[in-house]
């Protein structure tokens, strides 16, 4: 069973996401057949992750709330702040800001003393990302640098661009024109010497994008929108040229 999982791994880094579920459902199989609960409920989280990049959502939620049941169950704290960070990210697909909010909280508060955390500081950056488009402003820059900390001591160069793009994208909606203008510039560089894997870009970019389409409330931030969707336009076109796009 962990071998076929193990197979559903590398078809899902390779992008092959119907393949990946494929093994992983073969693979939850014979974990049950075998009495392996905790294994099981790891499986089924790597299914609803693939259920969620196929845009499957109800099913996602559905096989991650199976999971986090049976990681509470066993008592594996790590796998239920991973489960409960893969919940919020179901949560923004669906646009549901504040339950996703929630379930980032909770991921961060199970995962904190462990020794997953790079997943406490991804399940931060995505706290900023849910409190921004909540409209809390501080409350998703206080997100953002606990991430960012975490993460520039134990997460990849790929995994502080990115949550420095996330960063970006919530500063660059700010009323202050001074925070805009430094937003575009760290935008720009960022973006220029981006680096990012095709497993950590795909749903990065989907709620990145997601800030850059809403509507601006004035003119002002209007003209500031149109560079900043430039940019992104950009540094997409970096990802697709270099096959680093998924």
Same mark, same amino acid.
């Not at 462990?114 to 790079?118: A, I």
């Not at 202050?176 to 760290?186: F, N």
């Not at 709620?207 to 997601?210: G, H």
């Given at each position: 069973g962990v071998a076929l999982?193990?197979?559903g791994g590398r078809l899902y880094e390779r992008g092959a996401l119907s393949d990946a579920l494929h093994h992983y459902q073969r693979s939850l199989d014979v974990l049950k057949q075998v009495g392996d609960r905790r294994s099981a409920g790891v499986m089924l989280a790597h299914i609803g992750q693939v259920e969620q990049e196929l845009g499957r959502y109800e099913a996602a939620r559905s096989k991650l709330v199976e999971a986090l049941g049976i990681q509470r169950e066993v008592g594996d704290r790590a796998w239920e702040g991973i489960v409960l960070g893969m919940l919020g990210n179901v949560d923004l697909e669906q646009d549901q800001p504040d339950l996703a909010?929630?379930?980032?909280?909770q991921s961060v508060l199970t995962l904190t003393g462990?020794?997953? =955390?790079?997943n406490a500081g991804l399940s931060l950056a995505s706290l900023?990302?849910?409190?921004?488009?909540?409209?809390? *402003?501080?409350?998703?820059?206080?997100?953002?640098? =606990?991430?960012?900390?975490i993460l520039c001591e134990v997460g990849s160069a790929s995994d502080r661009e990115a949550c420095e793009l996330l960063q970006l994208g919530s500063e660059l909606g700010a009323r202050?024109?001074?925070? !805009?203008?430094?937003?575009?510039?760290?935008y720009a560089s960022v973006a220029s010497r981006a680096g990012v894997l095709p497993d950590e870009v795909r749903f990065w970019l989907r709620?990145?994008? =997601?800030l850059l389409? !809403?509507? *601006?409330?004035?003119? &002002?931030?209007?003209? &500031?929108?149109? !560079?900043? =969707?430039q940019a992104a336009q950009d540094f997409r076109k970096f990802l697709d040229a270099t096959g680093l796009s998924g």
């Open positions: 999982g193990n197979l909010a929630e379930h980032f909280r462990s020794s997953y =955390r790079r900023g990302m849910a409190e921004s488009l909540s409209g809390r *402003p501080d409350a998703s820059r206080r997100a953002f640098e =606990r991430a960012t900390e202050d024109g001074q925070t !805009r203008e430094r937003a575009e510039r760290r709620i990145l994008r =997601r389409d !809403r509507e *601006p409330v004035d003119a &002002v931030e209007a003209a &500031v929108w149109d !560079r900043v =969707r």
